[in-house]
């Protein structure tokens, strides 16, 4: 069964303090993995999408990586407006182009 | 704004009842997919419609259906509403079904109580 697991359900940084956060997959065949931001009672937002491992994606204070197993999405110097869920979600070649999500990730981050 | 509009935003209704959610995927996009997002389950996948016919099922229900208009906007049926209905609905869309490169982009999504 496609599965995504993110960890850590929850992260409190400091202004500047720079972290990653982990998404971990199974799935049958990957065809990408995607990151998106959520905050409360909005949509998802995209951010990235990775394809293949040892792929690398940066938006202004985020990168993303891949490997076969994992995803991280580092978070540089981030400032209190990064703070919200992050979700992870892979598209796997036996579900079509659905997206299977993880439970995210809230990240707080306090001045 | 992801060009995804979801009507209405806020929807309150009693068990047993019926409703129906809305959804404007963005222009040029012939893929729809409904999901639901409740604290304890995250994002589910319901279901994927793609120019008009069905192309993916997930977790929805018996009681739940949907459809994908000419047009191409889709509306997800809910009918004998459970208290456990309550949730936050999205539908999101994307340009191709069949191109795992393309983006798919969320609405603001339905807020459903059930009371």
């Known amino acids: 069964e496609d599965q995504v697991t993110q960890s850590p359900e929850a992260l409190r940084l400091q202004e500047g303090e720079s972290s990653s956060l982990n998404c971990s997959y199974t799935?049958?065949?990957?065809?990408?993995l995607f990151w998106y931001r959520q905050d409360p009672g909005k949509g998802p937002e995209f951010l990235f999408t990775?394809?293949?491992a040892g792929e690398e994606k940066e938006k202004e204070r985020l990168k993303a990586t891949l490997t076969k197993k994992e995803s991280f999405l580092h978070i540089t110097a981030p400032k209190p407006e990064d703070s919200a869920t992050y979700l992870c979600a892979v598209q796997a070649v036996q579900a079509g182009t659905a997206l299977i999500f993880g439970k995210g990730t809230t990240l707080s981050v306090s001045s | 704004d992801s060009g995804v509009t979801q009507t209405p935003k806020h929807l309150i209704t009693a068990t047993g009842q019926r409703v129906t959610l809305r959804c404007s995927p963005r222009s040029g996009d012939l893929s729809v997919y409904w999901y639901q997002q409740s604290l304890d389950q995250g994002l589910q996948f319901l279901i994927q419609?793609?120019?008009?016919?069905?192309?993916a099922k997930g977790n929805i229900l018996e009681r739940f259906s949907a459809q994908q208009f000419p047009d191409l906007h889709s509306e997800l049926n809910l009918s004998s509403l459970e208290l456990g209905d309550s949730a936050l609905y999205f539908c999101?869309?994307?340009?191709?079904?069949?191109?795992?490169?393309?983006?798919?982009?969320f609405g603001e999504g339905s807020w459903l109580t059930v009371v």
């Open positions: 990775l394809y293949s």
């Open positions: 999101a869309s994307s340009v191709d079904s069949s191109n795992s490169g393309n983006t798919i982009y």
């Open positions: 419609y793609y120019n008009g016919e069905e192309r």
């Open positions: 799935v049958s065949g990957l065809r990408g």
